[in-house]
């Protein structure tokens, strides 16, 4: 059998057209389809185990906080405990000491109690006294006592130290307004005669005066001009009394004995 080597050698050359040409438009596109297939796999795969670490991470680090939290809790659940405990021991205390107190304030409270009872009474009696003394003074008041008292009240000017003369003299002699004569009864003119040239001469100065009537004095004068006041009166000297009988009182009353409690 003959060999057609041209036959042979077109069907070679077709063959390897054929070769290169699937090699070209087949197999090379197929080849780098299934390489990108296989780096896109393998970087999912890459992906896929870096989330995987990424939550177990991520779940350890829970789990981690969630025994610190738990830990914490507890210790605040102690330290609450622990506080909560104190709290009620120091309100137990306050409300014994309370409880203490408010016994010895009603024991104090008792104590008191009767000596202000002992004080009013003394001081009901010292009023009395001295209010029935004003009224008798006030009504016993007439021309031959109005006239003392004139006579007395002048004394009182011309005994004035020397400080108290020149503080009251500046005071009446600066003033704008006249002096203030006030007495428990309507001077006589001679009276107020008498006052006006015992200022003056007390003084050394010409001092306007005006002479009203006060009841209140109880048997008094007194002299004011600016700010300043000399006076003679039977209240300065009830007033006194009054003042020292108080004192002895209250230093009794502070020297009373304690009141005995019951079943002592």
Same mark, same amino acid.
């Given at each position: 059998?003959?060999?057609?080597?041209?036959?042979?050698?077109?069907?070679?050359?077709?063959?390897?057209?054929?070769?290169?040409?699937?090699? *070209?438009?087949?197999?090379?596109?197929?080849?780098?389809?299934?390489? %990108?297939?296989?780096?896109?796999?393998?970087?999912?795969?890459?992906?896929?185990?870096?989330?995987?670490?990424?939550?177990?991470?991520?779940? =350890?680090?829970?789990?981690?906080?969630?025994?610190?939290?738990?830990?914490?809790?507890?210790?605040?659940?102690?330290?609450?405990?622990?506080?909560?405990?104190?709290? *009620?021991?120091?309100?137990?205390?306050?409300?014994?000491?309370?409880? =203490?107190?408010?016994?010895?304030?009603?024991?104090?409270?008792?104590?008191?109690?009767?000596? *202000?009872?002992?004080?009013?009474?003394?001081?009901?009696?010292? =009023?009395?006294?001295?209010?029935?003394?004003?009224?008798? $003074? @006030?009504?016993?008041?007439?021309?031959?006592?109005?006239? +003392?008292? %004139?006579?007395?009240?002048?004394?009182?000017? *011309?005994?004035?130290? =020397?400080?108290?003369?020149?503080?009251?003299?500046?005071?009446?002699?600066?003033?704008?307004?006249?002096?203030?004569?006030?007495?428990?009864?309507?001077?006589?003119?001679? +009276?107020?005669?008498?006052? +006006?040239? @015992?200022?003056?001469?007390?003084?050394?100065?010409?001092?306007?005066?005006?002479?009203?009537? @006060?009841?209140? $004095?109880?048997?008094?004068?007194?002299? %004011?001009?600016?700010?300043?006041?000399?006076?003679?009166?039977?209240?300065?000297? $009830?007033?006194?009394?009054?003042?020292?009988?108080?004192?002895?009182?209250?230093?009794?009353?502070?020297?009373?004995?304690?009141?005995?409690?019951?079943?002592?």
């Amino acid at each position: 059998m003959l060999i057609d080597w041209f036959t042979v050698a077109a069907q070679a050359v077709n063959f390897l057209v054929l070769v290169w040409l699937m090699k *070209r438009f087949l197999y090379k596109p197929i080849l780098l389809a299934i390489d %990108t297939r296989e780096k896109r796999i393998a970087s999912e795969i890459s992906d896929a185990d870096a989330k995987q670490a990424d939550a177990k991470k991520a779940g =350890d680090a829970f789990l981690a906080k969630n025994e610190s939290f738990d830990a914490e809790r507890a210790s605040l659940l102690t330290k609450a405990i622990a506080e909560a405990n104190t709290e *009620r021991k120091r309100l137990l205390g306050l409300a014994t000491k309370a409880a =203490d107190e408010l016994s010895a304030k009603r024991r104090e409270s008792l104590k008191s109690a009767a000596a *202000r009872l002992h004080e009013a009474i003394g001081l009901r009696a010292r =009023d009395e006294v001295f209010a029935v003394s004003r009224k008798t $003074l @006030a009504d016993l008041a007439s021309t031959g006592l109005e006239l +003392q008292m %004139t006579e007395a009240f002048i004394r009182r000017l *011309r005994g004035m130290d =020397d400080e108290s003369r020149k503080i009251m003299g500046g005071a009446l002699t600066s003033a704008t307004d006249p002096a203030i004569v006030r007495s428990a009864f309507d001077l006589a003119p001679e +009276q107020c005669v008498a006052i +006006q040239a @015992a200022i003056n001469e007390t003084f050394s100065a010409e001092i306007p005066v005006q002479f009203d009537s @006060a009841p209140d $004095l109880v048997c008094g004068i007194e002299l %004011t001009g600016n700010g300043q006041k000399v006076s003679w009166s039977i209240s300065h000297y $009830l007033a006194e009394l009054e003042e020292s009988v108080g004192e002895v009182l209250a230093k009794e009353t502070n020297s009373s004995p304690p009141i005995a409690k019951a079943g002592a």
